[in-house]
């Protein structure tokens, strides 16, 4: 039975996106500010010379798979209930999920394998271990009472900024959730890693910017007050280690809360308004 949602969840769920007319709308995303600031050449061959230099691996491949297996697990915690949630085979999931995409990315790779069988399992282990961890430890991670599911992969269209009306932002948000009581908003964006992110990633104000664009967007889509959103990166660990003197073993989640106040958000706006295409294109000659 599905429960009753508060009514800011069902206005946000039942938002129309703003539509990009190619026919003179430009599409930014955040891989395109990433690829940018690391490298503004390949940036050029790959979004004005069209040339193609994406080469797939067994980490997006997991990724997607997990990122998906695991936003299904807690659409059932949230929309009907744990036990229900808990009787998914995520397992089964998981390993589907890998299959699929490893054939979909291999066939954009003129059916040449980038990986190995040993690999693929080696992986789908790992996860499975993953997802065990979150259905031991759920309730500290992903409380239920007073908590409603907005949505994952919540699609955000907007035009950035002003004078820019001709380039549109889109993204998804991983995981968004609504606390009742508080009358506030978590916006989670799932990381997966081998071991964990150390300071130099913690560091990483790129990294960063993601989620701190991620809240200005969901505040101005749906108009929702900047101080009612907090964001967080929640990164899942692959492999744990055991501390030799207390044999602790590395939690298999590890969580990153980077500052998303007022000087980060504009520190973020000004960062697309100097990244957008038009601006790009004018940074790499035309």
Known sequence: MAKKLP??????????????????????????????????HKWNMVYRAGIKIY???????FGKAF???????????????????DKLDLHQDLHDRLIHHYKDELKGNNNE???????????????????????????????????????????ITLTPHVGYQNTIYKGYLDLVLYHEPTDSFEIIDFKTSKSGWG????????????????????HKQFNIPLDS??????????????????????????????????????????QLRTSSPNALIEMVGT
């Open 7 to 40: 009514a800011i969840v069902k206005q946000i769920q039942k938002h129309k996106l703003q539509e990009i007319n190619y026919a003179y709308q430009k599409n930014i995303s955040f891989s395109q500010l990433q690829m940018f600031d690391q490298c503004p």
């Open 55 to 61: 080469q797939p691996s067994i980490h997006t491949v």
């Open 67 to 85: 990122h998906e297996t695991i936003q299904n697990y807690l659409t059932v915690l949230y929309e009907t209930s744990g036990v229900e949630a």
């Open 113 to 155: 394998h980038f990986s190995t069988s040993e690999e693929l399992k080696e992986f789908w282990e790992d996860g499975c271990g993953i997802l065990d961890y979150l259905k031991k430890k759920r309730s500290g991670y992903f409380a239920v009472k007073g908590w409603s599911l907005v949505g994952v992969e919540i699609p």
């Open 199 to 218: 300071d130099y990633a913690k560091k990483d104000e790129m990294k960063q910017m993601q989620l701190i664009l991620y809240k200005d967007f969901f």
């Open 229 to 270: 959103i907090r964001v967080k990166f929640l990164i899942v660990r692959r492999k744990v280690s055991i501390n030799p003197y207390t044999e602790a073993v590395t939690s298999r989640f590890q969580e990153f809360v980077p500052a998303s106040g007022t000087k980060k958000i504009n520190q973020a706006r000004r």
